[in-house]
């Protein structure tokens, strides 16, 4: 399991929104025009530019508003396998400890070298890093 926590200067409120409102995660995460905030909801995706390779298809498992986050994580085009993302938020003191664990990566081992744990484990701390900055406004 890949885990990976930042600290974030401001409510949890404001980092939930960032999370979960598919206009704010254009800026920082990824576009997703089929993203509905209702457990059982799918949504689709690819990476940035018009290469297009990755087909990202997830699911939304759990929602606690203002503190978790959850959902699976397939590239169907690529592996048989699932994976599971959740975000968890912990306010303090006006900042929001954010950790993300995506377990289950091995399932997509099938996917090839692309899909190796290094690969996500430097792609999560880059969106952490652009979730931090969206949220702080930098």
């Known amino acids: 399991m890949i885990t990976t926590k930042i600290a974030i200067k401001e409510p949890a409120s404001k980092v939930w929104q960032a999370l979960t409102d598919k206009n704010q995660m254009k800026e920082w995460y990824f576009d997703i025009p089929d993203f509905e905030l209702r457990v059982g909801s799918s949504f689709n995706f690819y990476e940035p530019g018009d290469d297009r390779q990755f087909h990202h298809r997830c699911i939304i498992k759990e929602i606690v508003p ?24 912990k306010e303090e ?15 997509l081992a099938d996917g090839g070298p692309d899909f190796a744990p290094e690969n996500f484990r430097v792609g999560w701390k880059e969106l952490m890093a652009s979730l931090k900055n969206h949220v702080q406004g930098k």
């Open 93 to 107: 003191n006006g900042t929001t400890e954010v950790t993300l664990q995506h377990k289950g990566i091995e399932n």
């Open 66 to 89: 203002e503190r978790k986050f959850s959902h699976t994580w397939t590239h169907p085009s690529h592996s048989k396998g699932e994976s599971l993302v959740t975000w968890l938020l």
